[in-house]
């Protein structure tokens, strides 16, 4: 697939998905989030690939929705009472939804701004390694706009919800320090570093069994929304998934003759 507004690799089971709008400071549009959703779910299904990166060209990973002043609705809702709505509906909003869903690890490498709809973005992944420069935050109501892509249900998730206020009613950017200390950031990199340190991250899940992995991570996000009762029941239903690999095998044969487990997804 030829893609207008992102760049796509896979090298060494590692999947790199790079916006590439840098002279709108990778600004979405949607023609670049579906390109995305087309790229991730490339990704999903190639069972080659077994962890993701998400980062951005030049100067910033994503500034969010597209502002500029050529910027308009897609025809097909041009006019319509409830334009964006479903502009969001059919588009932002389902890319937060899918990279929740997605069952391999995610990596934000955060190379710049990641604001508004950018911050989500990065939110919408499992880490987030940025750079020493990187700055993250909420601009949304500085434009009179709000925090609609799902910054509004993150935001407070990762940073608590007094935090949350006052980063987007007062539309407050962090550097990327600051950031890690609010929660938003999992670990920070010198700017040389980043690339590096986000790849040696995915190929270190990579090399982990993948099946395993999957399920864990669905677990995890699943269970936030349960009581132990069923959370204990959901963790039991997996094993019937991950008990009988042949990974698993492995990982004890592997134990006993002392030397790495090689996985295979099987």
Do not use: W
């Not at 597209?66 to 009472?81: E, I, K, L, T």
């Not at 929660?183 to 190929?203: F, N």
């Not at 963790?235 to 998934?241: C, D, K, M, N």
């Amino acid at each position: 697939m030829t893609y207008q507004h992102i760049l796509y690799s896979k090298e060494n089971r590692v999947a790199t998905v790079t916006l590439n709008r840098p002279d709108k400071m990778n600004a979405y549009s949607e023609i670049m989030v579906h390109e995305i959703l087309a790229a991730m779910a490339d990704a999903r299904d190639d069972d080659g690939v077994r962890a993701a990166i998400l980062t951005g060209a030049g100067r910033g990973f994503c500034s969010g929705g597209d502002v500029s002043r050529d910027f308009q609705y897609p025809a097909r809702y041009r006019g319509h009472r409830m334009e964006s709505l479903l502009e969001m509906r059919e588009n932002m909003h389902q890319l937060v939804t899918f990279l929740r869903r997605f069952d391999k690890p995610t990596i934000a490498a955060v190379n710049g701004a990641a604001v508004a709809g950018g911050l989500t973005l990065a939110l919408c992944c499992d880490f987030r390694i940025a750079a020493a420069s990187a700055k993250l935050g909420d601009t949304s109501l500085r434009f009179g706009l709000i925090p609609d892509e799902g910054g509004a249900y993150l935001f407070p998730r990762f940073m608590g919800l007094e935090n949350a206020l006052r980063m987007s009613l007062l539309s407050e950017v962090y550097p990327a320090k600051r950031a890690q200390e609010l929660g938003l950031v999992t670990e920070v990199v010198p700017d040389a570093e980043l690339m590096p340190a986000a790849r040696r991250m995915a190929e270190r899940l990579a090399d982990g069994p993948p099946i395993a992995i999957r399920v864990t991570k669905r677990m995890m996000y699943k269970q936030q929304s349960m009581d132990l009762e069923n959370a204990l029941e959901d963790a039991a239903l997996g094993t019937l998934v991950t008990n009988y690999t042949e990974d698993v095998k492995e990982g004890i044969k592997a134990f006993h003759e002392k030397r790495p487990p090689r996985f295979e997804g099987r």
